[in-house]
Nanobody, 127 residues
């Protein structure tokens, strides 16, 4: 069965860094569109960044460009999100998700396009 498990969340001060991990089982991440989403209290779930190894592409939201980096270790079947220069606005529950769609460039930021989800990990940034 497809399973995604996130880890690495926590509480940090503004300007700090965290590295989130998402370990996948039941499929090979290199063949899937893999995305990180986040959801803050009272806000909609939004796409943060995505990677599609088969297409050799990465995507990210404008709000995190230059600060967050998505990567994937295919040997470990693990997805990462390196988050630097964190700000209070980044506070949210972060989820990894997988889609078998080959149109990652079109669907990566749309949560309705993803059917496999991790349990989420809390990231809290204090000012």
């Amino acid at each position: 069965q497809v399973q995604l498990v996130e880890s690495g969340g926590g509480s940090v001060q503004a300007g700090g860094s965290l590295r989130l991990s998402c370990v996948a089982s039941g499929y090979t991440v290199s063949t899937y569109c893999m995305s990180w989403f986040r959801q803050a209290p009272g806000k909609e779930r939004e796409g943060v960044a995505a990677i599609y190894s088969k297409g050799g592409s990465t995507y990210s939201a404008d709000s995190v460009k230059g600060r967050f980096t998505i990567s994937q270790d295919n040997a470990k079947n693990t997805l990462y999100l390196q988050m630097n220069d964190l700000a209070p606005e980044d506070t949210a529950v972060y989820y990894c998700a997988a889609s078998s769609s080959s149109l990652c460039r079109l669907v990566w930021a749309n949560p309705n396009s993803f059917v496999y989800w991790g349990q989420g990990t809390q990231v809290t940034v204090s000012s």
